[in-house]
């Protein structure tokens, strides 16, 4: 019964992992993917106020990146 059940976790692991295929950006994509709209921060003066309000309200060096308040606690 061991030897079926390893045979069938096998099959099921192998038609999992082969499923997971990462697949490359086409080159006709890629214009969608350069839209500033695609982009982490699309604004980069918006994002600069954003971290400039969370490190003055949060009282810690670094603002996002860094854990810790001015409390001392980490």
């Known amino acids: 019964m061991t030897k079926l059940l390893r045979?069938?976790?096998l099959v099921i692991l192998f038609s999992v992992v082969s499923a997971?295929?990462?697949?490359?950006?086409?080159s006709w994509e890629r214009g969608y993917l350069a839209k500033p709209s695609m982009q982490l921060t699309p604004d980069e003066v918006e994002n600069g106020?954003?971290?400039h309000i969370y490190?003055?309200?949060?009282?810690s060096t670094g603002g996002q990146a860094v854990g810790g308040g001015g409390c001392g606690c980490n």
Do not use: H, R
């Open 49 to 51: 106020l954003d971290e």
């Open 7 to 9: 045979a069938v976790f």
């Open 55 to 59: 490190f003055s309200k949060e009282a």
């Open 20 to 26: 997971c295929e990462i697949q490359p950006v086409k």
